[in-house]
T-cell receptor
């Protein structure tokens, strides 16, 4: 699975959009981009995933560049409860060898 | 639909003891994976089970083992505990509709193991 690079930390004001970048320049054609977040000492929470089209759900939007070498997770109206470590993960579709490789992620701090 | 559940949530053991952790996947999910999270090493994959068989294994010593039952519930065992085994142990499940499917893995709340 391709390696990802994320900034170690970011700040965001409550009510504003939080834009979390992820670089995955070595991504292959069959690899998806997944985002999870982990609030302190809880299990990681699935947010969203995509292959090449932009995706949106009730939690967030995922914007993937046309060359697929980077992506941005957007939390449209960040709240204090969105303070967490956000992980960007790339993994291939299908296959029996399924594991998620977590990096260090981005600590997003939402400030009042 | 209920999420992934793990028991117990907290556990304290002493060096040399063994421990068994339990995981119930989301209803209908056939695959269960285990991860270890420590401050130093982060989140690391331990192993995955489906159809009661270990399918994939991370780089951990043989003291770490697991099993899966016919109802997809899983247990993880750590024998001869060491101080470094203190960690948050996370269980995750996915549907596994087919080998070629792109599944999403959902995590439980974890079991916090402290080894004294």
């Amino acid at each position: 699975d391709a390696k990802t690079t994320q900034p170690p930390s970011m700040d965001c004001a409550e009510g504003r959009a939080a834009n979390l970048p992820c670089n995955h320049s070595t991504i292959s054609g069959n690899e998806y981009v997944y985002w999870y977040r982990q609030i302190h000492s809880q299990g990681p929470q699935y947010i969203i995933h995509g292959l090449k089209n932009n995706e949106t759900n009730e939690m967030a939007s995922l914007i993937i560049t046309e060359d697929r070498k980077s992506s941005t997770l957007i939390l449209p109206h960040a709240t204090l409860r969105d303070t967490a470590v956000y992980y960007c993960i790339v993994r291939a579709s299908g296959g029996s060898n399924y594991k998620l490789t977590f990096g260090k992620g981005t600590l997003l701090t939402v400030n009042p | 639909k209920a999420g992934v559940t793990q028991t117990p949530r907290y556990l304290i053991k002493t060096r040399g003891q063994q421990v068994t952790l339990s995981c119930s996947p989301i209803s209908g999910h056939r695959s269960v994976s285990w991860y270890q999270q420590t401050p130093g090493q982060g989140l690391q994959f331990l192993f995955e089970y489906f159809s009661e068989t270990q399918r994939n294994k991370g780089n951990f010593p043989g003291r770490f083992s697991g099993r899966q039952f016919s109802n997809s519930r899983s247990e993880m065992n750590v024998s001869t505990l060491e101080l470094g085994d203190s960690a948050l142990y996370l269980c995750a499940s996915r549907p596994l509709r087919s080998i070629s499917s792109t599944d999403t893995q959902y995590f439980g709340p974890g079991t916090r193991l402290t080894v004294l």
